[in-house]
């Protein structure tokens, strides 16, 4: 069982470029798989200073300031963006990275911060239907091939004849990311577009029916399960000692019962025995969501004490 690391900052809690800059630099030098970032525009339970940074102007600037690690949103809002201009952005963002770009995306579940910043929050069943016109587009605007067009009868995303460029440098696309708990469309949708699954911040159980709802969807789809990659993303709070871990619980205002139940936290041999239960399961990546982003010496023990561990 190999389960490969992953990195996930939630910036809209607070961090600047140059604060996300040095935490995907330090992943890239530790050996971490990539780097990824929430997508938002609101804080949740905190200030938020300096406020919201746009997770794809993010992605291109670092794209050019690393060279190995992956990059990629956990996940993108299909309310934020059209598709169109979103499949441009990322195709970009993938070419200045040399092929290293995933898109994560998603309904959307935020309100308030669609309000805050002018953006329509439409009922869910709608930002459903706009989420599946928006994988539609984006990877047929993708796989187009060159020299042809792209057309799409859509009820929210209609296209006509576009020349579906640029087209990224991963080829046919970069991977597509689906994910979370709804128990019919969600699995549906990654069994037709995705090349992960992700359920973030769920118990063992929850995963196990969420990865066999998705093993579903795809044997009724006509797709091989093992087709897909399956993920989790954890809360991540580690420590040599029962103080150092107290110390990192609070700095992100977290108590260390809880986040040994519902996270990545405690020993390193505790990450390695809850990871690999995770693995037991199917998933062979694990998002370790990173609150405290100048507790750099955080990530260098995972990757010193637990990374090697689950090779």
């Known amino acids: 069982m190999s389960i490969e690391l992953r990195i996930f900052t939630e910036p809209q809690q607070g961090a600047t470029y140059d604060d996300l800059l040095r935490v995907a630099r330090t992943a890239e030098q530790l050996g971490y798989g990539a780097f990824f970032r929430s997508d938002h525009y609101l804080a949740m339970n905190s200030d938020g200073l300096p406020g919201p940074t746009d997770a794809w102007i993010t992605l291109a600037g670092i794209a050019r300031e690393t060279s190995t690690i992956r990059l990629g949103t956990l996940v993108t809002s299909a309310t934020f963006r059209y598709p169109g201009p979103l499949a441009i952005s990322v195709a970009q963002v993938d070419a200045m990275s040399g092929g290293r770009v995933d898109l994560g995306l998603g309904a959307g579940w935020f309100e308030e ?9 439409p009922p869910l069943g709608e930002r459903f239907d706009k989420l599946e016109e928006q994988l ?3 990877t047929g605007l993708w796989e187009t091939p ?6 799409y009868d859509g009820k929210h995303y209609p296209i006509v004849s576009s020349p579906a460029l640029p087209k990224p440098v991963q080829s046919p696309r970069p991977p597509i990311l689906v994910g979370g708990g709804g128990k019919k469309r969600t699995p549906a949708l990654a069994a037709k577009y995705a090349d992960e699954f992700n359920i973030p911040f769920a118990s063992i159980d929850d995963t196990s029916t969420q990865f066999d709802r998705v093993r579903a969807a795809c044997t009724s789809a006509g797709r091989a399960p093992e087709s897909l990659a399956y993920s989790t993303a954890l809360v991540l709070c580690c420590g040599k000692t029962e103080d150092e871990i107290a110390r990192r619980a609070a700095a992100i205002g977290r108590e260390v019962p809880e986040l040994r139940e519902n996270g990545a936290a405690g020993s390193p041999a505790e990450l390695v025995d809850k990871i690999g239960r995770y693995g037991e399961l199917g998933a062979s990546r694990v998002y370790l969501q990173v609150l405290d982003l100048s507790d750099l010496d955080h990530l260098e023990l995972v990757a010193s004490e637990v990374m090697g ?3």
């Open 146 to 151: 060159a020299g042809q067009t792209f057309s």
């Open 309 to 311: 561990q689950l090779r």
């Open 113 to 121: 911060e669609h309000t805050s910043y002018g953006i329509p929050f």
């Open 136 to 138: 539609a587009v984006i």
